[in-house]
């Protein structure tokens, strides 16, 4: 089992910046890859971005120059960086853990509300 715990959300106008946070404990791997998405109001859950072990990232197209992703392997954490935030951008926010098929955990979810 991994446990994964956001923080860092919150409510933030329109142009500032966030950072969100997320820390895994337990049965941690070697090989993981993890990552955020995020549910706004009445829509899907969707890719936010990605980051493997090794550094290697993967963003939604819209999303790749305001926002980074980093990992601190030592510390099982995994960061987003958000820039320029518009009340688009307004969903809650989901950590991602993934090792395998049918070995993936959620974070319970942070909400981010961007203010115009």
């Known amino acids: 089992q991994v446990q994964l715990v956001e923080s860092g959300g919150g409510l933030v106008q329109a142009g500032g910046s966030l950072r969100l946070s997320c820390a895994a404990s337990g049965s941690i791997s070697s090989v993981s890859l993890m990552g955020w998405y995020r549910q706004p109001p009445g829509k899907q859950r969707e890719l936010v971005a990605t980051i493997t072990r090794l550094g290697g990232t993967n963003y939604a197209d819209s999303l790749k120059d305001r926002f980074t992703i980093s990992r601190d392997n030592a510390k099982n954490i995994v960061y987003l960086q958000m820039n320029s935030l518009k009340p688009e951008d307004t969903a809650v926010y989901y950590c991602?853990?993934?090792?395998?098929?049918?070995?993936?955990?959620w974070g319970p979810g942070t909400q981010v509300t961007v203010s115009s």
């Open positions: 991602n853990y993934f090792r395998r098929a049918g070995d993936e955990y």
